[in-house]
């Protein structure tokens, strides 16, 4: 495709909200408030902050950087502006396939998302007990049919939407998508907050206690972060290499992260003042939205509503978030591959649904197949979220730190000297030293710890 015939974002906006539906989804709602439970509540919140602050926002504007100066996708990107080397095109290569892995154990988590809107919509968690709400739970997951279906109905409405190409499909549906999740959560926080109660879970998620903060919280808070804000495989390339060029990729970064936090952040005010207005426990891992959720909801008035409520949130969340990555496979395929739009999106979606069958499984028929001891589900969210990503992150920061022109990247982040670049400075400074370091002290203490 001819670089000029490339249909990029038609707005500012348009590209905030799509990249914000990208970095918003699951992490926010679903594995921000349950991995907040299980690492001290407010000390997390804190340590994750900084995070975001310090490292997040310079990442993303690295990945804008790269894919708006090569309009290109992840492998072209490098490709381009690598000057051809095999080295840096491998690291592309590196961001489609992780992208692969991460879509193919996330969808099956946005399946069952979908099955518990249906089930709430049907009225089928109402009036459970708990040992019932978690049956149904087990029920479901350890099955077969049942979430590999919904798993595939999820694959094949994000198929649907990158068939329809940026603008149409990724811009037009984070438009109408992503006002909807604010209002709806927003809906939630009021409902949460009015219970009695709620202000001990409130205490439990904005009051640090500065001695819950120890080397596992700092790494899953910066594990979290990365997750959270879909940086470092490549999604922000690709994504970036739709942004105007007169936009400010500064400014962009800087909405991205300020949207995707305040959604981690509701997504916290709606669910502790609730679980311990109900005298739940916090720190009851990934099980907390499908599991202590419901039994909440079953303890309050209009409870269903609100599940139906919640569970729609959830799925718009992931929705957007999955259409980010599929487009970074498909954007590959289009451009280096030379395929056809339609032909690339379905292609892609049933490589991801082959490859999503066995984390699905990984909850029912599967269960005791272990390679290193873990689950392919288990596996996949492992390496990538673990390795992939901060190696494929490092990485970056090396390629556009050291081995890029230093006026370049100064060049696309004031748009060519015509924005101030207040912070370009100091940026650059967290892109050499910072951010390589911090990423280098995770890796090692996540092989050796
Ligand atoms: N950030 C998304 C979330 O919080 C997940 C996600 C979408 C992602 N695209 C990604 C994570 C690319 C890493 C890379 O749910």
């Known amino acids: 495709m ?8 038609t707005s500012s906006l348009g590209a905030i909200l799509a990249a914000a539906g990208g970095a918003v989804g699951l992490g926010n709602i679903w594995r921000f408030p349950y991995m907040l439970g299980q690492n001290g509540g407010g000390a997390f919140l804190l340590v994750y902050v900084l995070f975001v602050l310090l490292i997040g926002i310079p990442l993303m504007m690295t990945e ?6 090569a309009q290109s996708n992840v492998v072209g990107a490098y490709k381009k502006l690598g000057g051809g080397k095999k080295r840096w095109m491998a690291l ?6 992780a992208a692969l892995m991460i879509y193919a154990f996330y969808s099956v988590v946005a399946g069952w998302t979908l099955n518990y ?3 709430s919509c049907g009225g089928k968690l109402q009036g459970l007990d708990a040992a019932a709400v978690s049956g149904v739970f087990a029920d479901f997951t350890q099955g077969s049919f049942w979430p590999l279906f919904y798993q595939f109905l999820f694959l094949a409405l994000t198929g649907l939407v990158i068939t329809m190409g940026v603008q149409k499909g990724i811009e037009k549906v984070a438009k109408i998508l992503m006002p909807v999740l604010f209002i709806l959560l927003l809906l939630m926080c009021v409902r949460s907050l009015t219970l009695s109660g709620a202000a001990k879970g409130l205490s439990f998620l904005f009051k640090p206690d500065f001695g819950k903060i120890n080397g596992s919280v700092v790494l899953s808070a910066l594990g ?7 940086i470092g495989m490549g999604a922000m390339v690709t994504y970036g290499s739709y942004i105007r060029k007169e936009d400010n990729l500064v400014k962009t970064s800087v909405w991205i992260a300020v949207c995707d936090s305040l959604v981690a952040i509701l997504a916290g005010v709606v669910i502790f003042p609730a679980v311990f207005a109900f005298g739940m426990n916090p720190s009851s891992g990934p099980e907390l939205v499908y599991i202590v959720l419901p039994n909440v909801f079953n303890s309050m008035p209009a409870g269903t509503l609100f599940a139906v409520v919640f569970f729609l949130l959830l799925t718009i969340a992931a929705l957007t978030s999955t259409i980010s990555l599929l487009e970074i496979i498909v954007a590959f395929a289009v451009e280096e591959l030379h395929w056809k739009r339609g032909t690339a999106s379905l292609a892609c979606t049933l490589l991801v649904f082959l490859l999503g069958i066995s984390c699905t499984l990984s909850f029912g028929p599967m269960k005791d197949f272990t390679l290193f001891g873990r689950t392919v589900f288990d596996l996949f969210d492992l390496l990538t979220a673990s390795y992939i990503m901060p190696i494929g992150a490092l990485l970056m920061t090396i390629f556009l730190g050291w081995c890029f022109p230093k006026v370049e990247v100064m060049d696309e982040l004031t748009n060519g000297g015509r924005l101030k670049g207040r912070f370009v400075n100091l940026y650059y400074f967290i892109l050499r030293y910072l951010a390589p370091l911090a990423l280098l002290v995770i890796l090692v203490s996540g092989i050796v710890g």
């Open 224 to 230: 979290q972060s990365f997750f959270s804000l879909s």
């Open 92 to 97: 592309g290569v590196f961001g489609v396939l």
């Open 64 to 69: 804008f950087v790269i894919g708006r100066r």
């Open 117 to 119: 809107v249906v089930l």
């Open 2 to 9: 001819a670089e000029n015939n490339r249909l990029g974002f």
